[in-house]
């Protein structure tokens, strides 16, 4: 008996593993060329298998753009959520949320650019939550900035300004991996948050 | 004679304003659809001619991307190069940059757009020659980065980081056209340039 439920657990891992690794060569995929452009035939190839045993792994290629944004945004709320609870001054607090856009950008640069880039593509109910979720979200990184201005820690700049002018930052790096440039995450990172900082300290 | 010169000129004149128009249309459908989702045909719907008439004003869909591309490429050139012939400090000039590529998008969104999201789709050898323009053009805002560190106006920011940043948020600013915001251009110029003049200043 423990035998069957053990053979059963190692399946179940195997078959959630092989989904995981469809899960990355279609965020690869839908990062390249689109997801309007990336047919689940093309899937299939990348992965290696007949497109008829994809589906059971996933049951459409929307499900899986549906997995890619919504772990993304689950990632993206808990850290938000912390900020809120914890005790850093907003200073510190967007210097946490620019390491944390730029190691997505670096370390989980497919999925977020699938997140950013492809979310028009998902289908009802969740195009509409994930509008919500992303309009959330800003008003907590706006809340942040007037607080931070209110508190005399930050320069009047308009909220919308700076929130776009920190998130479209991140995004351009997406070019970084494009590049030959040499330069590593950490100093990029680093640098990122030593412009940016100083560019709302008010002292 | 001097009558029919004259109706000749306006003739042109007449045809180079229905150019213009065409332009700015298709710079309009290129930017929100996308180069290659735009027929000819969509075009000239767009514009209210027939199709056919369309090829008494340009020849082909490529070139027109070619022209939009080609006359921003021409605007970006003039003004580096008035920066670099011109006595301002290094920082002054990043200032300027970020002025004019924020108007850029706020009153040229169309052809700006159109330059950084369509490029690829230019045909040879306008595809080469525009890309080494465009690396020309990083290079000489990484020289000012390079110069204002050296000259003691600017921080240790790697210049790679310094310009990828600058140009990333002012891309960012397409979003603001979709949005409800209300904040007027000249805010929105002023305000970014105090997040990221401030930012790169040394002191």
């Known amino acids: 008996m423990q035998i069957v439920s053990l053979s059963m657990a190692t399946a179940k891992r195997k078959k959630a593993s092989k989904k995981d ?8 995929m839908f990062s390249e060329k689109g997801y309007s452009a990336t047919s689940m035939r093309d899937l299939a190839d990348a992965v290696g298998i007949e497109a ?10 929307a499900e ?12 993206c709320n808990v850290h938000i959520g912390e ?4 005790k850093l001054s907003n200073i510190k607090k967007v210097e946490s949320l620019i390491r944390f856009h730029v190691q997505m950008m670096m370390y989980q640069c497919d999925d977020y650019t699938v ?3 492809e979310w028009m593509h998902l289908p009802e109910p969740y195009l509409t939550n994930f509008n919500i979720q992303r309009r959330q979200y800003v008003v ?7 607080d931070g201005f209110q508190q005399g820690e930050m320069k009047n700049i308009a909220p919308y300004v700076a929130v ?4 479209s930052s991140v995004r351009g790096l997406e070019f970084w991996h494009r ?8 100093k990029i990172e680093d640098d990122m948050v030593n412009f940016l900082i100083k560019g709302l300290k008010k002292n």
């Open 115 to 117: 997140m950013i880039n």
């Open 179 to 186: 590049s030959s440039q040499k330069i590593s995450p950490q």
């Open 64 to 75: 899986i753009l549906q997995e890619i944004i919504f772990r993304m945004t689950n990632d």
């Open 83 to 86: 900020l809120e609870k914890g």
């Open 140 to 146: 907590k990184m706006e809340k942040i900035i007037t």
């Open 164 to 167: 776009l002018t920190l998130l």
């Open 52 to 61: 008829a045993s994809l589906y059971n792994h996933i049951q459409s290629k």
């Open 21 to 28: 690794f469809i899960l990355r060569r279609a965020a690869a």
